[in-house]
Nanobody, 118 residues
Framework: QVHLVESGGGLVQPGGSLRLSCAAS????????MFWVRQAPGKGLEWVSH????????YYADSVKGRFTISRDNAKNTVYLQMNSLRSEDTAIYYC???????????WGKGTLVTVSS
């Protein structure tokens, strides 16, 4: 069965950096687009970024553009989210999700908590 396991979250000061990883298993990873979605405390889900199956096309929410970079290593079945210049408003649980061709997000990891605070 499909498993998505996020790691790399933690407490970081404003202006700092973190790299999130998502290890995937149970499906042909290189065939699917992958997404990062976050949920801030008391708020709804927010799309952050996604990447196509080959890794050559990436997309970002305006709120993170220029600060976050999504990438993937299909040989390692892993997708990454490099987060730089972190702000307090980036505090959230970050979820890795698998996308069907019609952009339905059919599998989600359990999430990793990122807290940006001094």
């Amino acid at each position: 069965q499909v498993h998505l396991v996020e790691s790399g979250g933690g407490l970081v000061q404003p202006g700092g950096s973190l790299r999130l990883s998502c290890a995937a298993s149970g499906f042909t990873f290189g065939d699917f687009w992958m997404f990062w979605v976050r949920q801030a405390p008391g708020k709804g889900l927010e799309w952050v970024s996604h990447i196509n199956s080959g890794g050559g096309s990436t997309y970002y929410a305006d709120s993170v553009k220029g600060r976050f970079t999504i990438s993937r290593d299909n040989a390692k079945n892993t997708v990454y989210l490099q987060m730089n210049s972190l702000r307090s408003e980036d505090t959230a649980i970050y979820y890795c999700t698998k996308s069907l061709p019609n952009f339905v997000l059919d599998y989600w990891g359990k999430g990793t908590l990122v807290t940006v605070s001094s």
